[in-house]
């Protein structure tokens, strides 16, 4: 079982900054990928950002240039710095844990995600 704690949410003026964190516990493994999602009412749930155990990061393109994701392998943390925040921003944000993996002879991936935490930018 892997656990997945965020923090860091809150409510922001439009060009605000918020930094969220995601501690990860359990049996953790070295080739996963982290990283955060966001969530709106009626949408899909949508990748913002991935970070591999390497250090190379992937990015929305609505989030290029203005987020920032990082990651501590020894504390098995990854960080989403947030900077210029806009209304369109506003959402629940996911941490995101994703493993490779056989099921039934198949290849596969494993996910695990955290409970979330909102972001509301506002005026």
């Known amino acids: 079982q892997v656990q997945l704690v965020e923090s860091g949410g809150g409510s922001v003026q439009p060009g605000g900054f918020l930094r969220l964190s995601c501690a990860a516990s359990?049996?953790?493994?070295?080739?996963?990928?982290m990283g955060w999602y966001r969530q709106t009412p009626g949408k899909q749930r949508d990748m913002v950002a991935t970070?591999?155990?390497?250090?190379?990061?992937n990015y929305a393109d609505s989030v290029k240039g203005r987020f920032a994701i990082s990651r501590d392998t020894a504390k098995n943390t990854v960080y989403l710095q947030m900077n210029s925040l806009k209304p369109e921003d506003t959402a629940v944000y996911y941490c995101?844990?994703?493993?490779?993996?056989?099921?039934?002879?198949?290849?596969?991936?494993?996910?695990?995600w955290g409970q979330g935490t909102q972001v509301t930018v506002s005026s």
């Open positions: 970070i591999i155990t390497s250090g190379s990061p």
């Open positions: 359990g049996t953790i493994r070295s080739d996963a990928t």
């Open positions: 995101h844990y994703q493993v490779p993996g056989w099921v039934n002879g198949r290849r596969t991936d494993y996910n695990y």
